[in-house]
């Protein structure tokens, strides 16, 4: 989070025009174990607000099953 709060305050100090809008795209929930969850979508949702991004995308899960995400995350470790 401390990278994309930079990140999006580094574009703000560089662009310095208030009509630039801004767009952050987040996963709400991928179903990996120990992965991102509701929760902490939710806060970081609110942590965008708090700096003024213009937009918030909102995807959700991955395409595979629970199973197969967590047999392709112990492979790829």
């Known amino acids: 989070m401390r990278l994309l709060l930079e990140i999006i305050a580094e ?3 560089v662009v310095n025009d208030p009509t630039f809008m801004i767009s952050v795209k987040i996963n709400c929930e991928d179903s990996i174990p120990n992965g ?3 929760e ?3 806060i970081t949702a609110q942590m965008l607000e708090a700096v003024a991004v ?3 995308e ?3 899960r991955v395409y595979e099953s629970e199973q197969q995400a967590g047999q ?3 492979s790829l470790l």
């Open 11 to 13: 574009i703000k100090q």
């Open 58 to 60: 909102i995807s959700g």
């Open 36 to 38: 991102i969850d509701a």
């Open 40 to 42: 902490e979508s939710i």
């Open 72 to 74: 392709q995350r112990v």
């Open 54 to 56: 213009d937009l918030i």
